[in-house]
Nanobody, 121 residues
Framework: QVQLVESGGGLVQAGGSLRLSCAAS????????MGWFRQAPGKAREFLAA????????RYAESAKGRFAISRDNAENTAFLQMNSLKPEDTAVYYC??????????????WGQGTQVTVSS
């Protein structure tokens, strides 16, 4: 059973950067993936990015392309989300997730506890 622990959220000014980390424990099959979602107040949870458990394939939502980058350190079993040029509308709770690659964007099966990202104008 995979468990996830996120870190790296906080308060940043518009235009700044943050890097979120998600440490995974437990075993996962090669068809698993890790990734990130976010949920802003009053809005639905939104898929952002995913990377395969091996770290060799990545997928991004349109809203994340260009400013966000996902990566994975296989030795540390940790995924990262580098967020650049942050905007106030990026303010949300960011969740790490894990699940099958083929359905990750819609139905991940494991969730982290979430970390708050607040972007001030």
């Amino acid at each position: 059973q995979v468990q996830l622990v996120e870190s790296g959220g906080g308060l940043v000014q518009a235009g700044g950067s943050l890097r979120l980390s998600c440490a995974a424990s437990g075993r996962a099959s090669d068809n698993f993936a890790m990734g990130w979602f976010r949920q802003a107040p009053g809005k639905a949870r939104e898929f952002l990015a995913a990377v395969t458990w091996k770290g060799n394939t990545k997928r991004y939502a349109e809203s994340a392309k260009g400013r966000f980058a996902i990566s994975r350190d296989n030795a540390e079993n940790t995924a990262f989300l580098q967020m650049n040029s942050l905007k106030p509308e990026d303010t949300a709770v960011y969740y790490c997730a894990a699940g099958l690659w083929v359905q990750f964007a819609t139905a991940p099966t494991v969730w982290g506890q979430g970390t708050q990202v607040t972007v001030s104008s």
